[in-house]
């Protein structure tokens, strides 16, 4: 395989209007989040309003939620893989446009059906199947296309900022899904007798205009030039390819198991998941039981108190993607810029877990929510910096399946442990343990220099010498270096 020592487009410049081109693709692709979003929820009312509506459905209604939830998920964790490996393979723009077109037509398939009253849950199932598939593919191409676009002194800002997405997103999506599903019968209510008067609620028009802001998202690509980088491993000089999906995925993977530094950054969100994914669950739990004579007090019925802590923490996450917009992020030493933020997060889950009051709990999960778009973002401009731009589709893709497997066992250990256990323990327990290990991390030799690419690129040639049989000297060659004695010397087979 590659060997990648020194990045082979090392010289390569973003386009002169990069930085516009990326904040022109931000705002249309923010555009189809926030449709998306519009989509989710109405999903949501349809589910609970209108496919089991009475409180005898209790269980039917638990089990589509965790149907509808549970598809998303792995279906995202298997496809990622080749969804990078084509982004890799392909014009990245043209996918984007392609991928936005077709999840348009999901989102419009969806609103024909409610409004002809034929869409039930197996329906349901295979178009979110669909629709995850379509959005991984859109994602990855989208991932991968951040350094073709953005000068490296701005990739931290810009990762910032579609971390930002989410978090907005999660605060004005839901206040507009909500006035556009009771649109039609407030109209009704002033006399209104048109077509959307005479609509049962609002959900397609709330899928409906999902599907425009996928359309709309795709016209503006088109008139933009997104750049890809150009593979000359991929095909023979006949012209054939000469390698597969699959020998793409494995090369991603290798990639990252060659560059150990990388893979412990994996490792630690891997954990950060495992052990923060079913908090989301917990919170719920806590506010309900241990938080109820606080909010009871206040006068708040658990609707109330529910909307208020999901609110604070969309704004937490907003907080801290503009925080990191704003400032771009460190720019050395950028493992500080996670795990610190790991550390602090992980605290503020000690509070939430110990709070006996609202107000507490909600200031605890404000705090928690603005330091994963700095987390995220610091990781994101590690790997950015230092993957080569042809890899980025394959590599990135591989990573996110190593580092999030663990969110769907964490969402489903919540089930049975949230059952067992004091929910406000369960979260004290889990910030105590990613606390620690984080903190751990700080002292970690190999997370620390994961900046390092000379030595990465070393170690990732000391790997390949012993799978190929290649000496280090003949090795040293193709690198353009000497391998540094330290990694010569290292038992790397562990």
Do not use: C
């Not at 701005?154 to 907005?168: E, V």
């Amino acid at each position: 395989m590659p060997i990648h020592s020194k990045s082979p487009d090392s010289s390569y410049e973003p386009p002169p209007h990069g930085w516009r081109t990326f904040l022109i693709t931000w705002f249309t692709q923010s555009v189809s989040v926030f449709g998306s979003e519009l989509t989710f929820f109405a999903l949501s009312v349809w589910l609970m309003q209108t496919l089991y509506p009475n409180p005898e459905q209790k269980r039917e209604l638990a089990l589509a939620l965790s149907a509808q939830a549970t598809v998303s998920m792995v279906t995202r964790l298997l496809v990622m893989p080749f969804a990078g490996a084509w982004a890799d393979r392909h014009d990245r723009k043209h996918t984007m446009i392609v991928m936005d077109v077709a999840n348009g037509l999901v989102s419009g398939l969806l609103a024909v059906l409610v409004i002809m009253n034929i869409l039930n849950l197996s329906l349901l199932l295979a178009l979110m199947t669909l629709h995850t598939i379509v959005g991984v593919f859109h994602n990855s191409a989208f991932d991968a296309s951040y350094a073709m676009l953005v000068p490296e002194k701005k990739l931290g800002r810009a990762n910032g900022m579609m971390m930002s997405i989410w978090s907005l997103s999660g605060i004005i999506s839901p206040t507009i899904a909500f006035a556009i599903v009771a649109l039609p019968a407030l109209l009704r209510q002033q006399g209104d007798s048109g077509p959307i008067a005479a609509l049962p609620d609002g959900t397609a028009l709330a899928m409906g205009l999902d599907a425009l802001s996928f359309m709309f998202a795709a016209i503006v690509l088109s008139f933009l030039s997104i750049p890809s980088p150009q593979r000359a491993d991929l095909r023979a000089a006949q012209g054939r390819v000469q390698k597969s999906m699959f020998a793409d995925v494995l090369e991603g993977l290798r990639y990252i198991w060659y560059r150990r530094p990388m893979l412990w950054l994996l490792g630690t969100f891997t954990v950060v998941n495992l052990l923060s994914s079913p908090v989301s669950v917990f919170q719920r739990l806590l506010l309900k039981f241990n938080l109820a004579a606080d909010w009871t007090a206040r006068g708040m019925s658990f609707e109330a108190a529910l909307a208020l802590i999901a609110t604070i923490g969309s704004l937490g996450g907003l907080a801290g993607g503009v925080l990191i917009s704003t400032w771009g992020g460190l720019k050395k030493k950028r493992v500080y810029g996670v795990i610190i933020p790991i550390m602090i997060s992980a605290t503020a889950m000690l509070g939430l877990g110990l709070s006996t009051g609202l107000y507490m709990a909600a200031v605890m999960i404000l705090a928690s929510s603005a330091m994963v778009p700095i987390m995220n973002s610091h990781s994101q401009t590690i790997w950015q910096t230092q993957t080569p731009r042809e890899m980025q589709g394959r590599v990135f893709s591989v990573r996110r399946v190593i580092a999030q497997f663990t969110s769907p066992m964490g969402v489903a250990l919540a089930g049975w442990v949230g059952g067992q256990f004091d929910p406000g323990l369960v979260i004290v327990t889990s910030g105590v343990l990613l606390l620690a290990f984080s903190a751990v991390q700080l002292f970690n030799p190999y997370l620390m220099r994961v900046e390092d690419k000379a030595w990465l690129d070393a170690m990732a040639a000391a790997h390949e010498a012993r799978r190929t049989g290649t000496t280090p000297n003949e090795l040293a060659l193709v690198v353009n270096d000497a391998l540094p004695e330290d990694i010569l010397q290292e038992d790397i087979t562990t």
